[in-house]
């Protein structure tokens, strides 16, 4: 792997890290994955394998920041669903 390649992948594994900290299954799951993952593939010397496999970081970065946006969609929605219950609730008790 050359100088560059590598710290391409250090940055996709520090990236990856960093955006496992909101993981569903927890942090030290998604960590232990991930480093399993990256030590699978340690001794891989092609440039192009080397390439796809920063490409798939790349991906699964984006899986997991959509992820965490629907998430967070679910959350606000849930949120004013309830408010507009709430509001629905005090508008019937004061008809009465």
Do not use: W
């Amino acid at each position: 792997m050359s100088c560059a390649s590598r710290g391409q992948a250090l940055q996709a594994y520090k990236n990856l890290l960093t955006l496992g900290r909101s993981y569903p299954r927890g942090y030290d799951h998604f960590r232990d994955k991930l480093r399993a993952a990256f030590d699978k593939n340690r001794n891989v010397t092609d440039p192009e394998q080397v390439t796809a496999l920063l490409g798939k970081c790349d991906r699964i970065a984006g899986e997991l920041r959509t992820l965490y946006m629907l998430r967070q969609y679910a959350n606000v929605h849930k949120r004013v669903s309830q408010e507009a219950v709430r509001r629905q609730q005090a508008q019937a008790a004061r008809r009465f």
